[in-house]
């Protein structure tokens, strides 16, 4: 038996779900000069949670990616912006 199976939308490829789905996760940490071990340290999160996230191998919970969130800010300066949910993990709220 063979099915014909139609794509939900012909304009949606794997580029546009990459879009929808990307984190910056590592373009922050990485411009922080943060390790994922430091980052590990500073959120209390294990560095295979934050390394499969960075690879979107995984999709953590809200909690866990708050803790993230409290570590990138626990690392910056008191005067230095402070990181907020959407602006690390958009799309994901």
């Known amino acids: 038996m063979l099915i014909q199976v ?8 794997f580029s546009t779900l990459w ?4 984190n910056y996760l590592k373009k922050i ?14 959120s ?14 995984i999709q953590s919970t809200q909690v866990t990616k708050n803790k993230i969130i409290n570590g990138l800010n626990a690392e910056e300066s008191s005067t230095s ?3 907020k949910y959407e ?3 958009p799309g994901n709220e």
């Open 6 to 13: 139609q794509p939900v939308s012909p304009t949606l490829n």
């Open 19 to 22: 879009t929808v789905v990307e």
């Open 29 to 42: 940490r990485v411009e922080r000069g943060l390790t994922i071990t430091n980052l590990s340290k500073l």
């Open 44 to 57: 209390n999160v294990s560095t295979t949670v934050i390394s499969q996230l960075e690879r979107m191998l």
């Open 81 to 83: 912006k402070k990181w």
């Open 87 to 89: 602006e690390v993990f």
